[in-house]
């Protein structure tokens, strides 16, 4: 059984299982597992790891329309090194300041391979599920897609080395220590009628979202706002786009918003948002310009 | 840096590192991860492991005094077996309910070892810390210790064979599944001076009260309750003694109270407490049975 198949089988188990974060009253609670082997490139800081590990937790909590309240990691590595340790856990705090939340520890661990496991709580009186969309309601994006595509692709670059190898190292960290999108979701959350994060993708998003809403989508290339920095290192425009679509793990909001609550939204964050499609019957499929858009996407541990 | 070194150094980075779990607010939290080659012997069944690790963080939340609202657990392994899944979840669940917590699914990772990320929250108007306990107090125990000494102690036997090799593994895999003393921790909460659990060992915790709370202790050999399956599978008794002051994972609460408040206590609660000894002014040192009680025990991940 693969990791979707497991998770299949857990929705049916868990009432609780089947959205970013599970809802306790008021509580929100997500956790995510991340390791070397898949997550974390070569060249990835521990600064950067404890941000990005922590950050995806807490983009969870935003992608409920909740408030971050706290957030706790477990971290293993085969030996604990005390610059190492203490760069985790200032990359945990900061991305836990930016989005008003507290970091407040957890545990440490041997393990032969550096394992992070985060969790974020957050608090909303009412939340936002995958569930709502509704047929002529607009499909936005927070910020930019492809920017952890970008980043990997920096990582490899830096890893085979050449004179900027450093500076290209470090666009990478900086590509990869990612805005999670709390007080935009905050902004969106009295509007949306559905919502989720990007991280497996915006296709793989579209296909959860259209599962739980029971709707179609249909998406315009154009409207895709696709990080400057992929476009500047992807090989050309439409492996840009491609990779915007199915890369992932850029932790931007995927909402779906009534065409009349748009300009309330954008009154209330100045993060960018981009209007990238409609929602549709369920039985006109998921299109991107007209063609149908596969499920592809990266499926995260 | 060793797993206590890199602990002590968290400890002055971060404000709420130091206690069983942080609390922010109201909020409780503790995340503890758990994996295959130091915290489940050959032989322990996934219930078991679900029961035992989502157990292990609800022991923090008791400890705080805290009750226990809700458990996450991230699940990593090298494949995803749907009866292991299942029975995995079944353990966490029911776990949860006889705490009167809600168990709410997590994150499923592929992993080379079987690895186990678990967070539990609660809440709390009050919580108890490691560092209010006053010479004159007395040491309770909830429960029996050595439990765990005992388990490991039939996993070793039933992996080695024999005609009831089932019969033993059934034991120990029972002896794994520990009650979090939730209830109890609720019950000592407007009493105990100071609280911990004693995942550690009998030993190790006292130690880490000490620290916290300035003080001594004075216990008595004859007072701590150790579990019949220990007495029965260790050597000897002294061993018995050893194994249930020093190995730890068996998360019973250790607790200080004046002793005006004990029949309050015992009022509030069936829990079995034992009175193991009394708070001494920190110069008094730690004892047992009026030798010096080493520092020694389980570091746990």
Redesign the interface.
């Given at each position: 059984?693969?990791?979707r198949?497991?998770?299949a089988?857990?929705e049916t188990?868990?009432e609780?299982?089947g959205d970013d974060a599970?809802v306790?009253d008021s509580?929100v609670?997500?956790?995510?597992?991340?390791?070397d082997r898949?997550d974390f490139p070569d060249g990835t800081a521990r600064y950067t790891a404890g941000w990005r590990s922590v950050g995806a937790s807490l983009s969870d909590v935003a992608a409920m329309g909740a408030e971050a309240?706290?957030a706790?990691?477990?971290y293993?590595a085969p030996?604990?090194?005390?610059e190492e340790?203490?760069e985790f856990?200032r990359g945990a705090?900061d991305v836990c300041e930016i989005v008003g939340a507290?970091?407040?520890?957890?545990?440490?661990?041997?393990?032969?391979?550096f394992?992070v496991?985060t969790?974020a709580?957050g608090s909303a009186d009412e939340t936002v599920a995958r569930s709502g969309a509704r047929p002529g309601d607009l499909v936005c994006v927070t910020g930019t897609l492809g920017d952890s595509a970008a980043g990997l692709e920096l990582f490899q670059r830096a890893a085979d080395g050449g004179p900027n190898a450093d500076a290209v190292l470090e666009r990478a960290n900086d590509l990869f220590q990612f805005q999670p999108r709390v007080a935009a979701g905050r902004a969106l959350a009295p509007h949306a009628t559905a919502m989720m994060d990007s991280s497996d993708g915006l296709a793989r998003s579209l296909h959860q979202l259209a599962a739980a809403s029971d709707c179609g989508f249909a998406i315009e290339s154009d409207e895709i706002p696709i990080d400057d920095t992929l476009l500047e290192v992807a090989a050309d425009d439409a492996k840009a786009l491609e990779l915007a679509t199915t890369f992932g793990e850029d932790f931007e909001l995927v909402a779906t918003v009534p065409s009349e609550s748009l300009e309330a939204v954008r009154d209330a964050t100045d993060v960018p948002l981009s209007i990238v499609g409609t929602v549709l019957e369920c039985n006109d499929g998921i299109t991107l310009d007209g063609e149908t858009l596969a499920d592809a996407g990266y499926t995260h541990?």
């Open positions: 059984m693969d990791e198949g497991a998770l089988l857990l188990e868990l609780a299982v599970a306790i509580l609670v997500t956790t995510d597992m991340l390791h898949t309240t706290a706790v990691a477990a293993a030996t604990f090194d005390r340790l203490l856990v705090s507290e970091y407040v520890g957890g545990d440490l661990d041997e393990h032969q391979e394992t496991t969790t709580i541990g």
